[in-house]
């Protein structure tokens, strides 16, 4: 069973992890989303890993039952956002890479939004309580923003960057100088 104060790894680490190739590209993916460790991008990789199994294990299955899983599947990435439109196909899934996982996670689309100048900013942004969906405080930068909740980010009720956003104060230091 194991201890319950320790959890389970919910990643799983690259077969050759001293490829020159492969280390250079999580080098950029690092980079580009503003990841902590390679861990984050692993988790990323692997949760993608496992929707593709499940759209290549529905391929075998008979019609009848295909269908059903399939729609089922393609609704739940759709909601999900990683996939952009509602009918889609099993191609789509199988297409599917680390990156679309990526552009979900919050620390992204806080970015993305113009709520933080840097990715990196936006990370802190999250860890320190400033960035709310909903009026609810989150502080978890690997959150995956669902497609309902992404018009409710903002920042939280009770920041400082409530009226001072860190876009705008720049803007103001810029324009004073």
Known sequence: MGDPKKSRRKWEGPGHPWIRINLEKEQVLIGKYGLRNKRELWLAQTIIRKFRHQARSLLAL???????????????????????????????????????????????????????????????????????????????????????????????PTSPFKQHPPTQQGEENVQQA
């Open 62 to 156: 008979p019609p009848a039952e295909r269908s059903t899983r399939e729609k089922q599947l393609i609704q739940k990435l759709y909601r999900m956002g990683i996939i952009e439109k509602d009918n889609a196909t099993l191609d789509d899934i199988l297409g599917l890479n680390e990156e679309n996982y990526l552009e979900r996670r919050l620390q992204t689309i806080v970015y993305k939004k113009g709520l933080a100048r840097t990715i990196y900013q936006a990370r802190q942004l999250i860890v320190h309580g400033h960035i709310a969906i909903g009026g609810r405080r989150v502080t978890s930068p690997g959150y995956i923003v669902m497609r309902g909740e992404e018009d409710l980010i903002d920042f939280y």
